[in-house]
Structure formats: C-alpha cells, structure tokens
C-alpha cells in the first residue's frame, strides 16, 4: 500500500539441494519478514482508518483534507483537529462516526503542533519531490509514529525513475521529535508551499456594534455659522414673515 516499494523478481529455480542448516538459517530470515509484513499491515489499517476518519471530518468540520490531524488514540478511535474544531471518531465494520461533542481547538493545543511539525518536516523536502516529478503536484499520505518516523503512501507516478526518486527522497523523512499519539496527515507537493490556514472569526451583522458617538463638550457644541453665510430658503421665510406688521 505504501510508496516505498522494492520489486522483487522470482528466484530461478534451485539446481541443488540445501542442507538442514542452510534451511534452518533460511527458516529464520523467513519469519523475520513475516514479522515485517505484519508490522506493515498493521501500520496500513491505521491509515486506512484515519483517511476514512479524515473523509467524515471534511464535512462536519467544514475543513479541507490538508488542514486536518488525525491521531490515533487507540485502535479504533481517532481524534481529529482542525479549521478551530477538534472530535473523536470511532470506526466499526469500515463505517466511522462522530463519538464526541465538537470542541473548540487552539494552535497551541498538541494536536495541531504535532500535525503542522509533521506537515513541515514534509515540506522540506517540496523542492527535491517536484525535481522527482518534473513540477508535476505529488499528494502524499503520511503517518507519523511515536517515534517521528513515517509510513507514507502516494500514487506512484509514471516512469520508474521518477518513483525510485521519489522514494529515496521520501525516505529520508522523519520528525525530530515524535508526535503525542500516531499522526496522519495529507501533504500536497506543488509550486504553491504548504502554509497552516488562518481562521478569523468574523461577527455576524447583528454582533457588529454600532460607531460610538463623541460625547466630548467640544462636539456637543453647536456649529459656528459665518456672519456673511447665505441664507436658507427656511431661513428667508422665517425671515420674512418676521418683518410682516402684526394685524390690528
């Protein structure tokens, strides 16, 4: 599932036969892949897990998929932050939803330090992949360990020399300093670098509060008006009917 992939060719078949200690040492290296594999499969269902998470969060969170954080907190329980939100999912039989209330999220909470570190570690290498893909945008899913180190999984692009480039440069990813539970987070590798979004509360109309008035003296006085200013129509009729002689 993951990008990193070494192509194994059949062996030919063997023209001799091995002795029982060249068995046994084959037996050996046998299990520890199987151990490898197993490993590796765990790591994938976890990934698994948290893009599906990942999906549902897109749309109760109203976030795009590259500013989300998914943990996971134990096996079938993932916590997610971003866009100023932060849940916990839960997944059964490959169906996942919302097992907590919607909470207000900081960027100084942990989990969105863990995820902008691992987006960052990410970013670095933005310059080396897109000399890999000749400029073409790479996506890549990440899952960061305790430890910082990544499993990653990409569409692999066309042209063999193109994915082993991408790979040995992948390969040399990891975090200083592990995350606070497993992270997945998807990288997009463009021309444009990866920045955190900004979310700004913006008040609805009937919260935007009115201009104060100046209440200062200065503005409660009356406006001067110049001796030689002209008269007003209302001010002509006042003015007029004020020379009228009264009536006998």
Same mark, same amino acid.
């Given at each position: 599932?993951?990008?990193?992939?070494?192509?194994?060719?059949?062996?030919?078949?063997?023209?001799?036969?091995?002795?029982?200690?060249?068995?046994?040492?084959?037996?050996?290296?046998?299990?520890?892949?199987?151990?490898?594999?197993?490993?590796?499969?765990?790591?994938?269902?976890?990934?698994?897990?948290?893009?599906?998470?990942?999906?549902?969060?897109?749309?109760?969170?109203?976030?795009?998929?590259?500013?989300?954080?998914?943990?996971?907190?134990?096996?079938?329980?993932?916590?997610?932050?971003?866009?100023?939100?932060?849940?916990?999912?839960?997944?059964?039989?490959?169906?996942?939803?919302?097992?907590?209330?919607?909470?207000?999220?900081?960027?100084?909470?942990?989990?969105?330090?863990?995820?902008?570190?691992?987006?960052?570690?990410?970013? !670095?290498?933005?310059? @080396?992949?897109?000399?890999? %893909?000749? /400029?073409?945008?790479?996506?890549? &899913? $990440? =899952?960061?360990?305790?430890?910082?180190?990544?499993?990653?999984?990409?569409?692999?692009?066309?042209?063999?020399?193109?994915?082993?480039?991408?790979?040995?440069?992948?390969?040399?990813?990891?975090?200083?300093?592990?995350?606070?539970?497993?992270?997945?987070?998807?990288?997009?590798?463009?021309?444009?670098?990866?920045?955190?979004?900004?979310?700004?509360?913006?008040?609805?109309?009937?919260?935007?509060?009115?201009?104060?008035?100046?209440?200062?003296?200065?503005?409660?006085?009356?406006?001067?008006?110049?001796?030689? !200013?002209?008269?007003? @129509?209302?001010?002509?009729? %006042?003015? /007029?009917?004020?020379?009228?002689? &009264? $009536? =006998?």
């Amino acid at each position: 599932m993951f990008g990193v992939v070494r192509e194994i060719s059949a062996p030919a078949s063997p023209r001799f036969q091995l002795s029982s200690a060249q068995l046994s040492s084959r037996l050996v290296v046998l299990a520890g892949v199987l151990l490898a594999a197993a490993t590796f499969t765990s790591g994938c269902a976890h990934t698994v897990g948290a893009v599906e998470v990942a999906g549902r969060a897109v749309v109760e969170f109203d976030c795009h998929a590259d500013h989300l954080y998914v943990q996971t907190i134990s096996r079938n329980h993932y916590a997610v932050a971003g866009c100023g939100s932060r849940a916990v999912f839960i997944c059964r039989s490959g169906a996942c939803e919302r097992d907590s209330e919607t909470m207000a999220v900081g960027d100084d909470s942990r989990a969105i330090m863990d995820g902008r570190a691992a987006h960052a570690a990410l970013g !670095a290498a933005r310059e @080396a992949v897109l000399e890999c %893909t000749e /400029g073409e945008s790479l996506i890549v &899913e $990440a =899952l960061f360990d305790l430890d910082g180190d990544p499993s990653l999984d990409f569409e692999a692009p066309r042209g063999k020399q193109r994915r082993q480039c991408i790979a040995r440069v992948l390969g040399d990813i990891e975090l200083e300093a592990g995350p606070e539970y497993p992270t997945y987070v998807r990288h997009v590798f463009s021309e444009t670098p990866w920045a955190p979004a900004e979310f700004a509360s913006v008040p609805h109309a009937e919260d935007e509060a009115a201009p104060e008035e100046d209440s200062s003296p200065e503005a409660l006085e009356a406006p001067e008006v110049p001796v030689d !200013a002209p008269v007003q @129509a209302d001010d002509a009729v %006042t003015a /007029g009917a004020a020379d009228e002689p &009264e $009536a =006998l």
